[in-house]
C-alpha cells in the first residue's frame, strides 16, 4: 500500500502547477483524499480535500479560488491543479488518505517552489 505524491517544482508567482497524488495496493476512490502542506518553520496545514462519500470538496481560504482537488479514478489518482501561486505556496506537499493529520496512509511529499 502506497501513495506517491509528484509533480511540484520551481514556478514563478502566478504561475500554475499540477500536482498527483497516485496511490498502488488500494482504491483511492474508497478515502477521502487530502491535500497538505508544510512551509519551513510553519507546521503543516491543510490545504484541500475530496470526499469519498458525495465529492464533495474543501479548501483552505488561503487557496480557495485558485487551486482545484479532482479525481481521476481511471488512473487511481488524485490531482490539485494550482494556477495562481504566490510565494506563500512554496512548501512540501503531501497527500493522505484522509482530510486529517490522522491519516491512515500519506505520500513521501513534493517540493513546491515559487520564485522569481
Known amino acids: 500500500v502506497q501513495l506517491q505524491a509528484s509533480g511540484g517544482g520551481l514556478a514563478q508567482p502566478g504561475g500554475s502547477l499540477r500536482l498527483s497524488c497516485a496511490a498502488s495496493g488500494f482504491t483511492l476512490d474508497y478515502y477521502n483524499i487530502g491535500w497538505f502542506r508544510q512551509a519551513p518553520g510553519k507546521e503543516r496545514e491543510a490545504v484541500s480535500c475530496?470526499?469519498?462519500?458525495?465529492?464533495?470538496?474543501w479548501y483552505a481560504d488561503s487557496v480557495k479560488g485558485r487551486f482545484a482537488i479532482s479525481r481521476d479514478n481511471a488512473k487511481n489518482t488524485v490531482h490539485l491543479q494550482m494556477d495562481g501561486l504566490k510565494f506563500e505556496d512554496t512548501a512540501v506537499y503531501y497527500c493522505a488518505t484522509d482530510c486529517s493529520e490522522y491519516a491512515d496512509y500519506w505520500g513521501q511529499g513534493t517540493l513546491v517552489t515559487v520564485s522569481s
Open positions: 475530496i470526499s469519498s462519500s458525495d465529492g464533495s470538496i
